[in-house]
């Protein structure tokens, strides 16, 4: 516990800018929208932090936590802004901390991906989605590394907002953990061996 509490809150010490990377969850504050399947940004970081033993704190416009594996520091942050307004907190935390744009990586779900299908992109439109289109807004460029998490579009003609801010289903639930775990593999696998090689071994699966 000692351990964690001061690599959560030790000083930041002057780190090459290309051995930082922000990993960003997107997802919305507060306890109803814990499960839901937009938060799963939010999910996957929380489990990443519970599976390697260190934890979140409140800071300004997000809870931030930070982590190290071989030489690279990691910056975990799920904004507070609420999903519309992520690209807000993204901004203010990579100027902050003077990440490269390419040490960027925003998790997100996606409706056009099947359920529990994982994909990286380099770039690309918003989708439709309002965290990735408020993100492209204000990086002022689309040409970021984003992470989908597929959640299918299982819904009926205008309940789209109802479907994404639902709970996760029974079965849904029952193999979220085994795509949590992946999830943590790409993380570390893009931070270790870049986005290009972390595409080719993990998209799609």
Known sequence: MIKCLIRLFKSKENIDPMKKFLI???GNIGEKYENTRHNIGF??????????????KTDKLGDL?????????LIFLKPSTYMNL?????KYWMAKEKIPLENLLVIT???NLPFG????KAKGSDGGH?????TQDKLQTAKYSRFRFGISNDFSKGRQVDYVLANWTDEENNQLKERLELSTKIIDSFVLSG???????????
């Open 86 to 90: 992520s690209g807000k907190a993204i």
């Open 65 to 73: 936590a930070y982590h190290k594996i071989k030489g690279r520091t």
């Open 24 to 26: 960003v969850g997107l």
């Open 43 to 56: 999910k996957i970081l929380d489990y990443y932090s519970a599976s390697n033993d260190f934890g979140f």
């Open 130 to 134: 309002n965290g990735l289109k408020d």
């Open 109 to 111: 779900d996606d409706l």
């Open 117 to 120: 299908t994982l994909r990286l």
């Open 195 to 205: 986005l290009k090689i972390t595409m080719n071994n993990y998209n799609g699966k």
